[in-house]
């Protein structure tokens, strides 16, 4: 129970008991500690301690391995200094800790993956959910035959430009609650670290929701139906998290995939704001990332208005 780690539960008097209880998930691991174990170290032998895991969960059995591995190594100093006669407290302290090391857990304190993960996720969140919102939107007026109607006076174009930045201006104001709830409350809940400046943020973030918004509307033109706005969400969710760095260290992408992600929002956005959020860095030192999102926001908006051009030229000659 000393370590942060763990904390002991119970103790069961067989093996088959204490896993009964991983099978209850009363607990969801156990240290079984043989009969002979204090007799092996009397005589001088080596003893064997068993550790067993609930291998369904990763951060249990993880934690479990780190408590007792500790556990076992302050336990060897101590038996050391035991065996070793006519030893002084202070030859005792320099025998058990010859070298001694203090782990201090800067921008992760409690040591879990909600930490860093959980800001990186929210981010994630944001630009799936606007890609699902608004490809079901728009997949749904192609379905219903109103897409047309809604980018035309008749059989003449509206002002692109005008619906474009219209529609932008909608989901800007939707998303500004869902943006805040995600960043001011969400953190609360899991009581998580957030040394970052709100106005740094807020100006992070901007660009992020601009360039979200944009990518969804560019790629939801080709969208025929509702139900492909929903495969896409899908299949891209897990991958952009990896890609993003974040997850899994950027510098063992893959070159082509490291590419592959420069075309989302996320990945900019996720590094961005977690160096902000979780490291508090100043908006310079993210200044690649939040330039590369206003670039994004130019490139997808470009993009959108010729092919909502091309797109409507072509099914009002239809």
């Known amino acids: 129970d000393a370590s942060s780690w763990v904390k002991v539960v119970g103790l069961s008097t067989d093996v088959p008991d204490a896993r009964l209880q991983i099978s209850k998930q009363n607990t969801y691991g156990f240290i079984r500690i043989p009969s ?3 007799d092996c170290l009397s005589r001088g032998e080596q003893a064997f301690v068993g550790m067993y895991g609930d291998m369904s969960g990763m951060l249990y059995y993880k934690g479990i391995l780190i408590a007792a591995t500790e556990v076992s190594l302050d336990m060897n100093e101590d038996i050391k200094i035991r065996r070793l006669p006519g030893m002084t407290a202070a030859d005792d302290e320099l025998t058990a800790y010859p070298v001694t090391n203090r782990e201090v857990a800067i921008f992760n304190p409690t040591g879990g993956f909600a930490g860093f993960l959980i800001p990186a996720v929210l981010m994630l969140i944001i630009q799936q959910t606007l ?8 997949g749904t007026a192609t379905e219903r035959g109103e897409y047309t ?27 500004a609650v869902n943006v805040a709830y995600m960043v001011c409350i969400v953190p609360r809940i899991f009581n998580l670290v957030q040394v970052g400046n709100a106005l740094t943020m807020l100006v992070f973030l901007i660009p992020y929701i601009l360039a979200c918004i944009f990518f969804a509307q560019a790629l939801s033109v080709f969208i025929r139906n509702r139900e492909m706005g929903i495969l ?6 897990v991958p952009l998290l990896f890609v993003s760095g974040i997850s899994w260290p950027g510098f063992s992408v893959p070159p082509f995939w490291k590419g592959v992600s420069w075309l989302f929002p996320s990945t900019f956005g996720i590094n961005g704001f ?5 490291m508090g860095a100043s908006l ?7 330039e590369m999102l206003w670039v994004q926001s130019l490139f997808y908006c470009t993009v959108l208005y010729f092919r909502l051009h091309r797109e409507l030229r072509e099914r009002l000659k239809g």
């Open 36 to 38: 002979d174990f204090t």
């Open 274 to 278: 977690v160096r902000i959020n979780t």
């Open 131 to 138: 890609l699902l919102s608004i490809g079901m939107a728009d």
């Open 149 to 175: 109607r809604i980018m035309t006076y008749g059989r003449r174009p509206r002002g692109m430009m005008r619906v474009i930045l219209g529609r932008t201006a909608a989901y800007m104001l939707i998303y």
């Open 232 to 237: 896409i969400f899908v299949v891209t969710s």
């Open 284 to 290: 310079s030192q993210v200044m690649l990332e939040w």
